[in-house]
């Protein structure tokens, strides 16, 4: 079964800076990195700046679409207009068929603010105690994790829709 979590930082640059631990924990075998992706939002910047990370991902990764289309609802949804925002509705229900609903998307609009950044993963085998107390260790603001289970169907129903 696979977790999507975001771990927000409270510094803009953070969650960048905590690729590389998230890496040297992938190698300890504390986290399985299926897919992952960064945002990071300057005080003075109207929107957050995301990617993709290329180098946590392997063969089972969703990809860049998928990325795209969950960043745009939770960060250009609210910024957009009506026809937008119908169009939105119905991607918004079929994320919601694989585990990703209203109030995750919600909770981190409300959380993932200017100033701040994030990394978004999609993961498996975390020993999450773990990746808590190494990130807190690196002298990084401690981060806030926000976490959506998904169940094997969700997973493989996530993989379908954003395949090719």
């Keep these: 079964m696979a977790t999507l ?3 927000k930082f409270d510094s803009w ?3 960048n800076q905590a690729i590389g631990t998230l890496e040297a924990l992938a190698k300890q075998g504390l986290i399985k990195v299926h897919d992952a992706a960064s945002v990071s939002w300057q005080p003075e910047a109207r929107r957050p700046k995301t990617r993709q990370i290329r180098n946590l991902t392997g063969a089972g990764a969703i990809g ?5 289309m969950l960043f745009g609802l939770i960060f250009l949804m609210p910024l957009a207009g009506a026809a937008i925002g119908a169009a939105s509705g119905a991607l918004a229900g079929s994320l919601a068929d694989v585990g990703i609903d209203d109030d995750f998307i919600k909770a981190t609009r409300d959380q993932i603010t200017p100033g701040t950044s994030a990394l978004f993963l999609m993961t498996s085998d975390a020993v999450q105690d773990k990746v808590k107390a190494t990130f807190d260790a690196t002298g990084l ?3 806030q994790l926000i976490q959506s289970n998904l169940s094997t169907e969700q997973e493989q129903a996530l993989r379908e829709m954003f395949a090719g």
Excluded: I, L, R
């Design 64 to 68: 860049g679409m998928f990325w795209g």
């Design 141 to 143: 603001q401690k981060p």
């Design 5 to 7: 979590t975001v771990w």
């Design 13 to 15: 640059d953070a969650a």
